[in-house]
């Protein structure tokens, strides 16, 4: 396994980090006690970074990762989320001080430990900036203090949003998702350097863009337009015809890159986690990556709305029906 330092946190993490929403059945029914021997086998074999959310699976994921590190607490560095929930709150949504406070206690409870390591606010693009800078980030700034929370993120699919928030309150890490693969890297473009020149520790998701970039092929609520997932199953079809998986040369492409500290991969079985850490420090295979990218070229880039139309990024196409 490779380490990288999470920005100024001090916290050496790996370059493949463990993403806990395939364990909520995000990405359909997961098989229980698979996901736990998922979880044990990516410790054995260096993954040091867990990321999850009370969204995911409504709680479920939270919960199966709980049991699955009992008696592993320690060898990991862990991270949650809160401000996005079921529907039950207006929108699936609530940034408020008072909601985030007993949402970090549930989620500490579900988790089975006295200290979350990385707590971010999830998907702020849903949320007004005011709020989210004014009282949300306050509330984690507090929570911190009482040392119920080691460090401070915030999380977003808009770029331009997450430069912003970034440049006016003070975070300990970014998390962006689906920016930077082999369909999008416009990670690249300014936010990395803000995050490097501030000291923030940056986290890549969805390198595998939500499933896009393998066999299998995007689940039916991906948000990207048609162009973009045809595209993804041509790439796919490429590849098998190269003899190389797919996932395999996004993955390789993704842990190169080396502007973010631990790029999350949704994980909830055995192989999978042998074959992404087999994917570390391998370069991708020049011909093929060359090959690839030109077949992406014409939807490289193309992003979609998310969040409230205040957030929206101005280059975004609109959420496939
Ligand atoms: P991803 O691109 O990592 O894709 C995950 C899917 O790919 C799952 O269905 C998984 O089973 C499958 N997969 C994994 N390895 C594979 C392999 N080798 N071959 C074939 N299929 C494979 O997307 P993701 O799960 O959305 O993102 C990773 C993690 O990042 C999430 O689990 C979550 O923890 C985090 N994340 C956070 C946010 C946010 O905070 N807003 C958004 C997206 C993702």
Redesign the pocket.
Known sequence: MIYRELGKTGLQVSVL??????LGN???TADVAEGVRAVHRAIDLGVNYF???PY?GRTL?ETRLGEALAGHRESVILAT?GG?YDKEYPDGFDFSGERLEASVDESLQRLKTDRIDVY?L??IEFAHRDRIIGEALPALYRLKERGKIRFVGI???ALGLLEDVAGQAPVDTI?S??RY?LMDTTLDRSLAPLAAEQGIGL?N????????????GA?DWHPAPDPVQAVGRRVADLCRDRRV?I??LA?QFAFSYDRVATT??????V???E??VA?VGKTPDPDLLAEVQAMIAPVAGVCWQSGLPENYEPDAVEVRA
Not at 207 to 216: A, D, G, I, K, Q
């Open positions: 980090g463990y993403g806990a929403s395939p995000e990405f359909g990321d999850v959310s995911y994921a989320k996005r971010q999830h998907d999380t977003s699919y998390l998702y689906c693969n986290i998701a969805s390198p595998l863009h939500m499933r896009v970039l393998t066999r299998e689940p998986d996932a395999d993955l999350l991969v949704g994980m909830s079985k192989r999978h986690v074959s992404n994917a």
